[in-house]
């Protein structure tokens, strides 16, 4: 007699992890509309004179949002300015976050609370702290590993090599993720340095390095996820090259029609990651075009809802500018931040 329960056993552990899989994609896909609608949004808000300068992200959600989904909850992540959005994914009222981006100090998030540093504007110097962040945890008997976020310009920074060489002679568990957008402001990768590909600085460190095609979010998520358990299971970092193009400005303040030619720009916006993971989900059947329609307007409304509360918060005390600052104030500043802002 067949054993019936036995050969159906591996079809329905099968299915179990296709359907699994399945929810996994239609999750990035939803956290990578809220990354386009937060971008979308605060350009908005820029452009309003609402926002100060703002460097857009438009096109790197894949990897953002990829590195995120391939980590654990208390594995902490270490942003630049470009991946400011991140702790909205950890559950921060983006209202918030945006606050920032007029000095407001109600911006400042508890990194404890969301497991992700301060974004650093300076180039690299979040690479040493995410370095020295992960050995103290494996020192303190975790296996949490760092994520910290740089782009190809920060290769030319003397924090890069410092921090990554550390992490490769401490065997920090550390990841990290390079994301090369082709441009540092408006400077190419060919004249930031001479390598053929920024990962095969790996191999100077004596570290592991993988490249992957960064507008492919789920690829993102798959190497991250191996760079992680190698780093958790006392394997030591790995620095990820996820390769993509910087589609838009460097900020609001930039005008890239200026160093390059806008045609290009314009060819690479049919490879970006947003649309590439829903076209492949639609293809798939997961995903009809009324619920992606239904998850784009969800993400806008939500971001809508966020800047109508930013709006609600009202100017901030002056005062706070200084009052970490000075025990008495001279009588000339004192006389200029009286009272509340207007």
């Known amino acids: 007699m067949i054993d019936v329960t036995a050969e159906a056993a591996p079809e329905a552990a099968a299915s179990e992890r296709v359907a699994a899989a399945a929810d ?10 809220l990354l386009r609608a937060y971008d979308e949004r ?20 894949g990897i953002q949002a990829g590195a995120l989904a391939a980590v654990r909850e208390s594995d902490w992540l270490f942003p630049t300015y470009r991946q400011n959005a991140l702790p909205v994914l950890r559950g921060a009222p983006p209202e918030q976050v945006l606050s920032y981006f007029n000095g407001d100090p109600r911006g400042l998030l508890d990194p ?12 690299a110097t979040q690479i040493p702290h995410a370095v020295g962040w992960a050995w103290g945890r494996a020192n303190a008997g975790s296996d949490d590993v760092a994520v910290v976020f740089f782009g190809d310009g920060a290769t030319s920074e003397g924090d890069f090599h410092e921090g990554v060489n550390l992490a490769g002679v401490l065997r920090a568990p550390v990841v990290l993720l390079c994301t090369n957008n082709g441009w540092a402001i408006s400077t190419p990768v060919a004249r930031q340095t001479a390598a053929k590909a920024i990962v095969d600085k790996a191999a100077g460190y004596g570290i592991v390095g993988v490249q992957v095609d960064g507008f492919d979010a789920r690829a993102v998520r798959d190497v991250v996820a191996v760079a992680a358990e190698r780093a958790r299971a006392g394997a030591g970092p790995t620095l990820v090259e996820a390769t993509c193009y910087r589609i838009g400005p460097h900020a609001t303040a930039d005008d890239p029609a200026r160093y390059r030619d806008p045609a290009v720009a314009e060819t690479w916006r049919a490879h970006e ?23 784009r307007a969800n993400a806008h409304a939500r971001m809508v809802e966020a800047s109508e509360r930013l709006a609600a918060q009202g100017p901030v005390d002056r005062r ?23």
């Not at 996994?24 to 509309?33: I, P, T, V």
């Not at 990651?273 to 239904?294: M, Q």
């Open 273 to 295: 990651p947003v649309a590439r993971l829903a076209d492949s989900l639609l293809a798939r059947g997961l995903l009809t075009e009324d619920e992606l329609e239904l998850e």
């Open 24 to 33: 996994d994609d239609l999750l990035l896909l939803r956290q990578m509309l």
């Open 42 to 61: 605060a350009v908005t808000l820029q452009r309003q004179g609402r926002l100060s300068a703002y460097p857009m992200f438009w096109g790197e959600e």
């Open 112 to 123: 404890r609370r969301y497991a992700c540093a301060p974004q650093c504007v300076p180039v």
């Open 320 to 342: 706070r500018l200084i009052e970490h600052v000075h025990v008495e104030p001279p009588p000339l500043l004192e006389a200029q931040l009286g009272g509340r802002t207007a």
